[in-house]
Each structure stands twice: as C-alpha cells, then as structure tokens.
C-alpha cells in the first residue's frame, strides 16, 4: 500500500560479514598492543610499591661506616632513619645533609642493601688542624675554621691530642664556623716546618697580624699571612744557627731577613 513503510532485513554476503568481523578484531588487538606495555609498567610499579610497604621491604638495622672520632650513635640518630621506615621511602638528600650538619662530619652517603634490610650511613670525616684556646674553652678547629669539638674550662678535649695551640679568637659552639679573622692564624700553622713546629708553643693572632710564643722563651713576629714560606724558612735557620740565649724577639716580617733581639737584662 502506498504510503506504507515496511522494514526489511537487508542480506549481507557472509564474506563481507566475515571481513567486518575480521577488522573490528585486528583494531581491538592494534589497542591492546598500544597499551600493554603501559598496563605492565603501572602493575610493575604499583607492585613494587605494594612491596615496598611491606615488612620485607622494611629497615631493620642502621650501620654507620668510616666514623673515628663521631659517635655512630649519634650519627645514626641524626639520620632520623628508624626500624621499620620503608627502605625505598627513605629520602636520601635530606638524610645526608642532617648528618653532614653533624660537627666532624664534612660527606655522608645513604646506601640500602634491599636483602638485609640495612641502610648503611658512610661518612667522612674533617680533618683537624688547631685547637684554639679561649677564656671561654678550648676547641678544635679543621682548615676552614669548623669548630669540631668544643670544651668548656676544666674540661678535657677528647681528640686535641698533638695538634697546634692558636689564641686570640672567639669561642663558637661546635658545628658553626669560626669568621674570617680565622684564616691568618690557621694559614699560619698549615705553613710551619716540622722543626719549626717543635719550637711553637702558640700561634696568637693579634688583629689581622700573627706572632708566635716560642718555647721556653722568646716570640716570632711573623706579621701579616704572606709569604709564609719564606718566613718560616727564615725563622728556620734562626733557631738552627743563631745562639737562642736570652732570646726576646724574632722580627721575620720582612722575608728573608730574620732580626733577633734579645732581653737586656739577661746576664
């Protein structure tokens, strides 16, 4: 009837159906190909992460290698690294400089041994050069100034032992540095001989010049920190060859040209 509209099922050829079916398979295996490296990478990461909350991924025990004079205690406790912290969560640049803000502590390295269960804390340590003596205590001091250890009066250094005395400086706590009226004094004891050093008893800075307090008598006039060499030098041959009785002072501020004056009074 006209006007009418009557639905029919269209045939389809069955290879076409086929070739249909064929092409919507391919695309979904094109799709999953694209992905499945992803899908791998986020289950692998999201099982590591699984693990590492786990108590076999846990710390069990904090090793402190290279330290002499640091206690490991101490260091293991400015780590802030506590049992049972997960090893891949522990932030390694913020656990070495708080132990590297550690007194004697001048590098410190965070390893983990994922198998054991061990974070291990290497460090190394400054070297000492000077102990600086003040009305306030004595401390110890490494090239730049670092203060190491501090002790109050009548209270004995633990690591002073043979280093060079230096007075005339101000007393800082340790773990600060010293200021830059530090330098001279410390350039000066970096530059003594061996056999000049056997003779030193105190290198005192005195403004922005040095001196030095022989022993048993007598004070070196080194003046300001240059040419250290060619003083030292000089002072060198004074004390081997010139007869030190009744010795006052020797005058090497000018290098080469070592003035000795001795004490009038002196029979």
Known sequence: MRGDVVDREVAVDPRIAERRRQVAYDRRRRILRRLGPVAVV????????????TAAMDVDQVVVDGSVRSDP???AAASGIRSGDPLLGLDAGAIESAVEALPWVADATLSRTWRSGTATLTIVERTPSA????????????PSGRVL????????????????????????PAGTTLGPEVAAPLAVVAALTPGVR????VVRAVGEQVELQLQPDGTVE???????AEKVQTLQSVLAE???SCLAVVDVRVPDTGVLTRVPSCA
């Open 42 to 53: 986020v289950l692998l990461a999201a099982g590591a992460y699984g693990l590492s909350q």
């Open 73 to 75: 205690v101490a260091v």
């Open 131 to 142: 102990i600086v003596r003040t009305p306030e205590g004595m401390m110890v001091v490494d």
């Open 149 to 172: 250890e501090f002790a109050p009066p009548g209270v004995a250094l633990l690591h002073g032992g043979g280093l060079a005395v230096v007075e005339g400086l101000p007393a800082a």
């Open 198 to 201: 056997s003779r030193v008893e």
């Open 222 to 228: 080194l003046g300001r920190p240059v040419d250290l």
């Open 242 to 244: 010139v007869d030190l």
